[in-house]
């Protein structure tokens, strides 16, 4: 039984989804430290460089040889600029489940390029990888990312209480902890039927490719 993802590349209309690169860390770095990134993930803050550096040389790599998940870079088509992020993780090779996460750059937001990206590796995992759940948990005030969940046909299955630690700005500026509710979603193969075409009529790219 298969238990490593392969070194994957996901095309749609706009985004390439690949592995990351060396030559992605100054971008990496940047998006990492968006206020809303800092927000609502546990990217340490301030994201440096260097920690970029060992997250896409290091980290990654031995995520996915261990078959605990997968990083991928998404980024445009056209200016091979990354965008963002889809991370997954905790996966179960026997249930053939996994938990995706994704960060989108700010200068990328609302171009849905999370529902894109998100769809194209749901996609794939449904398809190629013969996945039989997809599970994302998202911060209850969160609705960016509870929007691209419901966008991708994501069923929202129930409410994990005081399990996220979020980060707000005091009034000093810096960063304090909170503690808040995950929202559990989940994906099944079926549920993505039709969703493609309805996010083709919305403007947004239905094609999927990979190799």
Request: one cysteine or more.
């Amino acid at each position: 039984m298969t238990t490593t993802f392969p070194d994957i590349s996901i095309n749609t209309d706009r985004l390439v989804l690949r592995a990351l690169e060396e030559a992605d860390a100054p971008a990496l770095a940047e998006m990492m430290n968006d206020e809303m990134v800092a927000a609502w993930t546990a990217v340490p803050q301030p994201y440096t460089e260097p920690a970029a550096h060992r997250w896409i040389t290091e980290y990654a790599p031995t995520e996915r040889a261990a078959g605990r998940g997968l990083d991928l870079a998404v980024t445009e088509f056209l200016t091979q600029r990354l965008v963002g992020i889809v991370q997954l993780s905790n996966t179960d090779w026997r249930v053939r489940s996994t938990e995706m996460s994704y960060i989108i750059a700010p200068w990328a937001r609302g171009e849905g390029y999370a529902s894109e990206a998100a769809l194209a590796t749901a996609q794939w995992l449904f398809g190629d990888q013969k996945f039989e759940r997809l599970e994302l948990r998202t911060a209850a005030d969160n609705t960016a990312s509870q929007q691209v969940a419901q966008k991708i046909g994501c069923i929202s299955e129930g409410v994990l209480r005081n399990a996220c630690i979020a980060r707000t700005r005091t009034e000093d500026g810096s960063w304090t902890e909170l503690r808040t509710d995950f929202i559990v979603w989940g994906l099944l193969p079926e549920d993505l039927d039709g969703v493609a075409d309805q996010m083709a009529e919305a403007g947004y790219s239905s094609y999927t490719d990979w190799s």
